[in-house]
């Protein structure tokens, strides 16, 4: 039994680890199949175990993060380019699905080995924390109202 992010992990663009394990195993035949989360090997039992076993070595973890409206485009940038260099700098595969509440959230989540996805969610933490906007109302008495109005120049 594989997990949905093993399998997710493998297929993208982003993981060697397929394209290793199958080098590393060349008379076994290797199919995965993304949308039952199944990995089919055939081939001689000892070396389809030992196949098993390398696919079983492999420690993907996923970790998810909420977005704020603002915040999802901080991170997908101009055209997907922040999160797509976020991705290739990390070896991670990156989701933002919307979510359907009324704050107009989003998640994030990063799918890769352990430290990798550390190390990408640090990146978007600092990102956001880089572009962090922040918006406070000073309630002002009239009387000082006009005096800065006056004072700016634009009274």
Known sequence: EV???LITY?????SDILSKIKDDNPDVF????AKITRIHMRGHPAKVSKAKS???SVQVVSKTRTLTGREVAIVVGKTGSTINSISDKHSVVIE????HSEDDSS?????????SVDSAIAEVDTLLHQNEDVEEVLLVDPMMKNQ??????AG
């Open 3 to 5: 997990s949905a992010e």
């Open 10 to 14: 493998l297929l993208s663009q982003h």
């Open 30 to 33: 290797i199919n995965v199949l």
């Open 54 to 56: 390398d696919f079983h």
């Open 96 to 99: 933002v699905s919307r979510d």
């Open 107 to 115: 998640t994030l989540r990063i799918i890769g080995q352990s430290a």
């Open 148 to 153: 800065l109005l006056n004072n700016s120049g």
